[in-house]
Structure formats: structure tokens, C-alpha cells
């Protein structure tokens, strides 16, 4: 029986996104997650997981922390002496990673996407390279979740070792099955985010006000947890009967239900979209802009439309675009989505790809 180690940042994305591969690694193997407290840990620990509380701060730029961060990973590492360690997100990739050079453990790390301080370039993406380029120095294998992602480190000479480019996390296709398109005498639009700038919120608010006083019939819906400066616009918003703001939810598949189409504006530079996954597999067409992790899971006017990020207009020309199509016409495209996803984006894939470079 191995040891392995899971770094994570945060309980809700292992359990939603890895729940799979970590009920097959508990079949065999002592697992252990590292990671903040929050209201999913009881779901891993009755997965078979056991939980080391390691407080890491998401956004935060202060060295002291990083460094108390690296030396809690360290001696994690040597209490538990894990045969290998799977690391997610951009600290403990790189403290966790650093920790297990140190200690000669083999690692296995996911780039899920490159993150802001990275993406706006400056000193922040500099020191973040840096500390990359020690980080995977070692690793046994570097997962990339889409071929931009992949190349960027390539063409800086961080990685030298093994890497391979995965679906993003997959998606269950059993669990996000498909699912019978509503009747569209009302045509339903589904925003699934956190509510901030970089995932498209402004030009969804724009673009559902226009629409909405052309086509009365349409409905706008947000999903998500809402950033402060945002609070006030949705409320507004909501309050002029242009969209509906339901919040957190644990449940989108019965918002999947009833809607026609899901838009997801975003130009946050993430791995490979989740929200746009789920969507497909339900049969659901998309809307998403020309961007790494949104572009590979569309076939442009075939399961959905591409759209310029930051483009306003170009949304609501999608948007228009879409609700011109017949019914049957909208429908295919959600069908056409499903067959995509399940041919590249199963999530046994990812599973099969893990077991393989842990077993090496």
C-alpha cells in the first residue's frame, strides 16, 4: 500500500473536480489531503481521506507566509514520507514542489491555469516563473491543461522534464448527464461563475440588459459567489428585473435543467473550464470567448459561438444570433456538445492518465 499526499488550496474544487481519482486511489493506497478547512472536508474524509489542515492564502503576495507555507509542506513531507505527491494550483505546485526536492519525494503537478499574477506580466509574473522554474525542476511529471498553457512554460525554459497535456479535470459524464432541452417560449441564459471583472461579469450584465428589453421573453441567471465591488450592480440589476441573482449554489444541475444556453464571458486566464464541461455534457450549447481553456471545448456555430473577450457587442451578436436559431436548431447544438465532451473530456481520462505516471 503507498503513501500519497494531495496539496490542494481549497476543499470545494478537489472534492467536485477530483472525487473521482481520489475514490480510486483510497482503493488501494493511504491518502492524505493538505489543504485549508471548509465545509467539504468531511466529504473527503468519508471518501477514505486523511486531513492535514495547512492554512494557505489564495491571493496574498507576502513572503513571510509563503515561507511559513514551504516549511509546513516540509514537515508534512517528512512525518508522513509519502511515495509520491499530487500538487494543484499555483502555491502548492511551487512550495509544495520545492518541499518535495528537498526530500527527494517524487511529485506530480497540475497546471490549472496560469493565474493573474502571471497572466498581467510585471514583477509579480517574474518572481512567479522564477519560483516555478525551481519548483518543477524535479517533478516526475507536469500536467497542462491546454496546449497555451503548455507551450508558455515551454518557450521560457521552465519545464525540462516529462509533461503531458491533459483534458483540464474531465467531466463526469454520468453525474452531468444529459439532459432533456426545455421548451423555449422563455429562452433561459446561464452565467456560472464567481462574480468578478476577469470572468466576464460587465459584459454579461450589458449584454442581458440590451437583450432583454429587445426580447422580453429571455431570462438572465447568475450563479456564484459575488465579489463586493459587485454587490450593488447585481442588486440593481435584479431590481430592474434584468437578471436573476440566485448566489452560491450546490445544485446547478436543476439551473442546467431549465436552461437554453450557458454564456461565460470570461478572460481569467483558468486551466480548462469547468462551468463550460458541465455545460456540454448536460446538452447544453455555450457561449465563451476566444481563449485558452474555453476555445478547445467549442466548435464554433457547431455546440455554441466564440466571442471576442472584453466585446460587448460581439456578445450580444452571439446572444441574438443563438436566439434566432429554431428549436430544434438550438437543440442540436447542445447535442452536438455532449458528443464533443465525450469524446475528449471524459473524466476517466484524466484518471487514466494519473494512475499511469503514479505507477511509473
Known sequence: MARILILANNDIGLYKFRKELIEVLVKSNEVYVSLPNGNFISKLTELGCKFIETPISRRGTNPVADLKLLLKYNTIIKKIKPDVVLTFTIKPNVFGGMACSINNIPYISNITGLGTAVENGGILQRITLFLYKISLKKAKCIFFQNIENQDFFKERNIIRGKYRLIPGSGVNLDYFSLLEYPPDNKIQFLFVSRVMKEKGIDQYLKAAEYIKNKYAYTVFHILGYCEQNYENKLKEAQDKKIIEYHGMQNDVIKFYRNSHCTIHPTYYPE????VLLESASCGRPIITTNRSGCREIIDDGVNGYIVEQQNSEDLINKIEKFI?????????????????????????????????????
Open 324 to 360: 434566432e436559431l429554431d428549436y430544434l436548431e438550438k437543440k442540436q447544438m447542445g447535442l452536438e456538445g455532449r458528443k464533443k465532451v465525450e469524446k475528449e473530456f471524459d473524466r476517466k481520462l484524466v484518471i487514466t492518465a494519473y494512475l499511469d505516471e503514479i505507477m511509473r
Open 271 to 274: 486551466g480548462m473550464s469547468n
